[in-house]
């Protein structure tokens, strides 16, 4: 393997190993956060929510099951990069097709192994996550240290960004069976989330710029906001349909989608020193004080009594985010979690059914 580094912006610098396929020029930039799964890095890689950004796993042992077909949330990664202690290079696992590295190779995406990442973890958490590089500086297509030096420095992170636009479906499309009907915008809608749909409803995903009429026409007996990357400032056309359908049908939101129902009902988000991303992480149902362990992956969260008249659902045990909330009087709810857990726990599964519930009350009540 070839020599590389890994440079944060603060100038911090990581030394490791090339592994994947690598861009002419040899150097990668985005904004490095880290994901604490002990599996689940496929689903993580293929993740639209990671488009701009360099994910940090902090397990030690990456690939070591391999890859398979079945385990991509997306047709392909979106993430700028990864990062990890230790690759495995022989997997060992029933469903494995092949190697993480090869599947790195064929997707052209560029990671650098051999890291210290308990190391590089706790400057995150110290520092947040911020915009890096890295790149081999050895053999064929190798930079050279000053470069990527100046390549992390001169690297933006995703604040002001609409990653949105990168990962978003350019027409609609149909998935699943179930006996109702639903628009899902795809912000980076993934696949374990459709799945979940599409046995509560016949689900039609439309690209994020969709306006709130074009939906309406469709007659839905629900709206779905999916999950996607970056800052929910920067997608202002998605908050401005949002506003154009509340009220008039019923809406669950995940992730973005949850963010973006905030801000449509005037509340305020902000960005997290180095977010939320792992598949362990406690919330805490109000309305019963039940704990359930969840999967996670944003670095913007919606600030507290911004949003007017809404209901707080859900609370973060770590800090105190808020997890979840209810639109009063409107049949609307979100959670900044991921119910679907791709990768993670079932715990919060429940919430489809809570979803295909007030679709059918909201239908019965316009019936009546």
Not at 113 to 142: H, I, K, N, Y
Not at 186 to 199: E, H, I, N, T, Y
Request: aromatic share 8%; proline share 6%.
């Amino acid at each position: 393997m070839k020599a590389a580094l890994l440079v944060l912006a603060d100038g911090t610098i990581f030394e490791g190993e090339a592994v994947g396929a690598w861009p002419p020029g040899g150097v990668v930039t985005g904004e490095a956060v880290f994901n604490t799964v002990l599996s689940g890095y496929q689903e993580v890689l293929t993740d639209p929510s990671y488009a701009g950004q360099i994910i940090t796993f902090t397990y030690p042992h990456i690939g070591n099951y391999g890859v398979n077909p079945a385990d991509s949330e997306a047709r392909r990664p979106a993430c700028r990069g990864v990062v990890v202690r230790d690759l495995s290079s022989r997997p060992s696992n029933w469903r494995s097709t092949g190697t993480l590295e090869d599947w790195l190779v064929r997707h052209g995406l560029s990671g650098i192994s051999g890291v210290d990442t308990r190391r590089l973890t706790r400057q995150l958490r110290d520092a947040g996550a911020m915009p890096a590089a890295f790149g081999p500086v050895e053999g064929e297509g190798a930079t050279d240290e000053a470069a990527i030096v100046a390549a992390a420095r001169g690297a933006a992170g995703t604040e002001g960004t609409d990653l949105v636009a990168e990962v978003t479906t350019p027409e609609a499309y149909r998935v699943g069976d179930g006996p109702r009907r639903v628009v899902a915008y795809d912000f980076g809608v993934k696949a374990s989330m459709l799945a979940q749909l599409g046995r509560i409803a016949t689900v039609e995903v439309v690209p994020a710029a969709t306006p709130a009429e074009a939906v309406l026409e469709r007659a839905p007996d629900g709206v779905f906001l999916s999950n996607g990357p970056g800052d929910p400032a920067a997608v202002g056309y998605a908050s401005t349909a949002i506003a154009g359908l509340l009220g008039r049908v019923p809406i669950f939101g995940i992730c973005l989608g949850h963010q973006l129902m905030a801000t449509a009902l005037g509340g305020r988000t902000y960005k997290l020193p180095f977010g939320h991303h792992g598949g362990n992480h406690p919330v805490r149902r109000v309305r019963d004080d039940q704990v359930e362990i969840t999967s996670q992956n944003h670095n913007y969260a919606v600030a507290e009594r911004s949003v007017e008249g809404a209901t707080v659902t859900h609370v973060n045990l770590n800090d105190g985010v808020i997890e979840g909330f209810a639109c009063g009087d409107l049949p609307a709810f979100s959670v900044q979690y991921h119910p679907e857990a791709g990768p993670g726990p079932h715990d919060a599964r429940y919430l489809f059914k809570e979803f295909s519930d007030l679709m059918d009350r909201y239908s019965s009540k316009a019936r009546a």
